[in-house]
């Protein structure tokens, strides 16, 4: 068993004509993903690596088989476009578009819980199970099959952190990138979840950030009811308050969401937070 | 996006909240006419203006000349003074809080109120806060406005005043795509009115491209936060020497705090997100210049920015103007390969890891 993509994931791409819808199609065929649709509204009949193209979700998981979409349309496209593929009926969605609307987000997150779809994103790099296949922009290279399962708030600082295990020699279950925004889907408590039933995941790294208290609510989770052991890094040690570092989640507000109060919670949970990322593998070892 | 108390109070007007009557000058002079006693409060993004000297009343023209020459151009916990609400005074009888925004942790619009009004919110004790959240699959409907007006212990004609105004806030804040909409304190006047005695409106900037309205707005930022906005790349100040060029948030602060170990402090940072684009690259690397640091840090994890990208925009940079500082780069990820090759003898120093790469920079930025 693995968590959410596996070998039985069909996947179609909304937004498959555009330069990323594209490029990442390819790279995520590359990756071992089964690519069996796309979807750009006025482009049906064509074909992009392939692929077919539809002119909707209905009617890609009609001819395909798809069960899960990766959404790529433009910030103001990508409320329809979840609540299009919610409607058509796929298990899965994973939005990567950032700069999403955060009442859009508030109202499509929404609807994927009232339908039990597991929705990951907006702005969110997306998943992959080394070996198996990929949703999302994550880079081809870095992965190594393994078992430790990795969730994160952060796109590339995953990557960096992922990179420094696989350079150690060690491999991941599933890495899980559950973006940065206010509002996502997906959360650390979910993914949590996921990877204490998964037989193939044995530890977990999670990377959280400043602002918000999504990492406090994980540590309150995994001090109940996780029993692997968890390793993790927050970014924003030296981040001063009230600057907004980068993306929307990431600030420092009327002192909440600092990293020395996720830390802390954290480390009450009987997690083991490692001071810098390149710490990360070491730890994991340990 | 946050609105100035003039600006945030017409669009609740346009909601059919009711405000205070009154004008925005930028001159003592402008005032000609008050509409009877008046208070003069300084328009800056920041709280605490009132303990400043910023809000003052006045009785007559003269007087409200008087006190607008006073606090324009009065410095506000860091930030000018350039424009004064003259506004009608209203005689309060009771003064409560109602705020609407988003919550992170409950995915979900909420509203909170509190008898306590003219307060920071912040310092109300939990129990006197009425938290009301929206299931987004529902949104406001009436029970929830008269929750609010029984906590915030109005009743009769008053409830009936604060019901409405609670509906008409989620409505603005829903269609305007807000954040936050407050009013504190929303004044109960001796007359019995419910009013906004003050307003607080931050508008998600992210849905700006549906509110042409608000992209003429004008903000208070410095000659190279207004170009960095611009090029959509998020630039921070801090206070140390090092320019640091990252992509993505969480990798940024990671770099910030890898510097720290080694004693370098970042004095700029641009984020550049996810761009794929030279040009948007170069033009980042010619804003740090400018910000003029002592040594710049490039540290790149390819994924939709891909690493040649980034290259060849770092390369435009420098043949456009010679960087004068050391340069070090880290790059790493989608076609790193290219960009290793495309940099070789571009005269930028590489480092291959995270810590390397920020021991180097700390030391440059230490000599």
Redesign the interface.
């Known amino acids: 068993m693995t968590v959410i993509v596996d070998e039985i994931t069909k996947l179609v791409v909304q937004g498959i004509t555009g ?2 819808g594209t490029y990442h199609s390819k790279a995520m065929m590359d990756f071992g993903t089964d690519v069996v649709a796309g979807v750009t509204p006025g482009k049906g009949g064509h074909e992009v690596h392939g692929v077919p193209v539809f002119d909707t979700v209905e009617e890609a998981v009609e001819r395909t088989g798809a069960n899960a979409s990766c959404v790529f349309v433009p ?2 496209f990508t409320k329809g476009a979840v609540l299009e593929a919610i409607d058509a009926g796929v298990a899965t969605v994973v939005a990567v578009t ?7 987000a ?2 499509f ?3 994927a819980k ?1 339908k039990g779809v597991v929705l990951i994103g907006p702005n969110c ?1 997306g998943l992959a199970s080394p070996g198996l296949a990929k949703i999302g ?3 081809n ?2 992965f190594r099959r393994g078992d430790v399962g990795v969730v ?9 952190i992922v ?1 420094a295990m696989t350079e150690a020699g060690l491999g991941q279950s599933t890495c899980v990138g559950i973006g ?1 925004d ?2 996502p889907g997906m959360g650390f408590v979910d993914a949590l979840k996921l990877f204490q039933e998964d037989d193939g995941t044995k530890r977990i790294v999670l ?1 959280g ?2 602002g ?3 990492e406090e ?1 994980a540590a309150e989770f995994i001090a109940e009811s996780i029993t692997k052991p968890v390793v993790a ?1 927050v ?6 308050p009230g ?8 600030i420092i507000a ?1 002192g909440r969401g600092t990293a020395a109060s996720k830390i802390k919670a954290l480390e009450a949970a009987g997690v083991r937070v490692a ?4 710490d990360v593998p070491g730890l994991v070892r340990a | 996006m946050k609105l100035f108390e003039y600006k945030a109070k017409e669009l609740m007007r346009r909601y059919g909240i009711p405000v205070p009557e009154g004008f925005v000058v930028s001159s003592p002079g402008q005032i000609d006419h008050i509409p009877g006693p008046v208070m003069v409060k300084a328009q800056v993004l920041i709280g605490g203006r009132g303990k400043a000297g910023g809000i003052k009343p006045a009785d007559s023209v003269e007087e409200a000349r008087k006190a607008a020459s006073a606090i324009l151009g009065m410095d506000i916990r860091g930030y000018t003074t350039k424009e004064v609400l003259v506004e009608e005074r209203v005689a309060v009888d009771k003064e409560v809080y109602l705020g609407v925004t988003v919550d992170r942790s409950s995915k979900s619009v909420l509203i909170m109120a509190s008898a306590a009004g003219g307060m920071d919110i912040e310092s109300v004790p939990e129990d006197e806060v009425l938290v009301a959240h929206l299931d987004p699959l529902i949104g406001y409907q009436p029970y929830i406005g008269r929750r609010v007006a029984k906590a915030v212990g109005l009743a009769g004609p008053q409830a009936a005043q604060m019901e409405s105004l609670c509906q008409r806030l989620c409505e603005l804040v829903t269609k305007e795509d807000a954040e936050l909409a407050e009013i504190n304190p929303l004044v109960v006047t001796e007359d019995g009115e419910v009013i906004a005695g003050d307003a607080k409106v931050t508008i998600d900037s992210d849905a700006l491209f549906r509110h042409k309205e608000y992209q003429e707005l004008k903000e208070d930022l410095t000659p190279l936060e207004e170009k960095a906005k611009k090029l959509d790349i998020a630039f921070v100040q801090l206070g140390g020497n090092i320019g640091v060029i990252a992509n993505g948030a969480g990798l940024t602060m990671a770099t910030l705090d890898s510097l720290n170990v080694f004693d370098g402090k970042a004095g700029v940072f641009l984020d550049l997100g996810g761009t794929d684009d030279p040009e948007k690259v170069k033009q980042a690397m010619l804003l740090m210049e400018e910000a003029d640091p002592k040594v710049i840090l490039v540290n790149i994890f390819g994924g939709i920015t891909k690493c040649d990208t980034v290259a060849a925009g770092l390369l435009e940079a420098m043949g456009e103007k010679s960087m004068e500082v050391p340069i070090i780069a880290r790059i790493k990820g989608v076609n790193e390969e290219q960009a290793r090759d495309m940099l070789k003898n571009a005269g930028v120093i590489p480092a291959s890891g995270l810590n390397e790469a920020a021991e180097l920079a700390a030391k440059e930025s230490l000599r």
């Open positions: 330069y990323q910030a103001p950032e700069h999403v609307p955060v009442h859009d508030i109202y997150v929404a609807v009232a790099p922009i994550l880079p290279k870095i994160s708030r952060s796109g590339t600082l995953t990557y960096e990179n940065g206010r509002v990377v950030e400043i918000g208290t999504a609510e890094y970014a924003g040690r030296t981040a001063p600057k907004r570092m980068g993306h929307a989640g990431a009327r001071p810098l990322p390149t």
